[in-house]
């Protein structure tokens, strides 16, 4: 099972933890939220970070799920990539994470694959006629 860390700004990935935890019922295993301090240097939260990769990874990898791509905070999680071994995706959300925790059974290319897909299509623009999940009837 591929490992997880959830990188974002603010009580972000925090909130992220505490829905998933709410969906399911139960805090997945092998799931962590780094902590930003923004008084840290990004060497400093690097260091954290590389701690934290090792800590977690079991041999599957360690997925990295950003907020937002370019900020100091992923710059030096991308420091720490290795392809196939620690990855990153950035644009974090539930429907991302959700999918990811259902599918990190698979190879980490599997994985990436299912992390783009479960954020891109869980926005959805809803419309008067929606009237559940999934578009109504």
Known sequence: MISLIILAQGDMGEGLLHAIEHVLGKRP?????????????????????????????????VL??????GSSHTNAACQLLQPGRVELVSGVNLPMLVRVLNYRHLSMEALLRKAL?????????ATPKSRSAGGGR
């Not at 990295?64 to 791509?69: E, N, S, V």
């Not at 897909?117 to 623009?125: D, H, L, R, Y």
């Open 117 to 125: 897909s479960g954020g891109t299509e869980g926005i959805v623009q």
């Open 64 to 69: 990295i799920l950003a907020d937002i791509y």
């Open 29 to 61: 295993a092998a799931l962590e939220v780094q902590p930003i301090d923004y008084h840290e240097s990004q060497d400093t939260l690097g260091q954290a970070l590389a701690k934290r990769i090792a800590r977690l990874d079991n041999g599957q990898g």
